[in-house]
């Protein structure tokens, strides 16, 4: 049986519920909702879940482990690594989604083998994880004003104004998912890597 691992990135704890930084979360909550996931098992490192689904034209299902890393966005690797070993994941089975400060609000953009480019929990899984052979779903949240004001532009949540595009992108996520695992990354991005004009 096949193994993907989902991953959504964020950092624990109620303060930063629904901050920028969280869409990772965001993401997988919806992701796990629309796989009929209702708990998720707990340790240390991660709040995470299994399940076996048909979810592609396959007499066979594949079994989908979605993880949620509690170590904080800057230690991610360090939650997922150990599992992927313990399910012996291949690195081109993982799928990360997190936040993407160069685009827009509500742009998605599916990539695969791409550097880091400055954000730290992806680093940080290449780091523990093997490299940068993975597929990420990157959920864009714009840049802040200030390179000053980075990481309390991160933590903060969305306006009133970008909300209901932050409700729609997440909303789209499970469909993002479904359409790498099922019909692959290229058929993903050429669906979904659209670029979303700027008012």
């Excluded at 340790?43 to 079994?63: G, M, S, T, Y």
């Excluded at 680093?123 to 864009?140: H, L, Q, T």
């Amino acid at each position: 049986m096949k193994t993907i691992m989902i991953a959504g990135l964020g950092n624990p704890g109620a303060e930063y519920d629904e901050t920028r930084h969280n869409v990772g979360f965001m993401a997988l909550d919806a992701i796990a909702h629309s796989f009929k996931v209702h708990k998720f098992n707990h340790n240390r490192l991660a709040h995470w879940a299994a399940v076996d689904l048909a979810l592609c034209d396959e007499p066979e299902p594949v079994r989908i482990v979605l993880v949620k890393p509690q170590t904080f966005m800057n230690s991610s690797g360090v939650a997922i690594a150990p599992m992927m070993k313990e399910r012996n994941i291949l690195l081109e089975n993982l799928i990360v989604i997190h936040d993407e400060m160069d685009l827009p609000v509500g742009a998605v953009r599916v990539s695969f083998n791409a550097t880091a480019a400055g954000h730290n929990g992806v680093r940080s899984i290449a780091d523990n994880c093997g490299g940068k052979g993975f597929v990420r779903v990157r959920i864009g949240i714009e840049k802040p004003r200030s390179k000053d004001g980075v990481i309390d532009f991160v933590l903060s949540r969305f306006s009133r104004s970008e909300w209901p595009t932050i409700i729609d992108v997440i909303a789209k996520s499970p469909t993002v998912v479904r359409t790498i695992v099922c019909d692959g990354l290229m058929a993903a991005q050429e669906m979904f890597n659209r670029k979303v004009a700027k008012d």
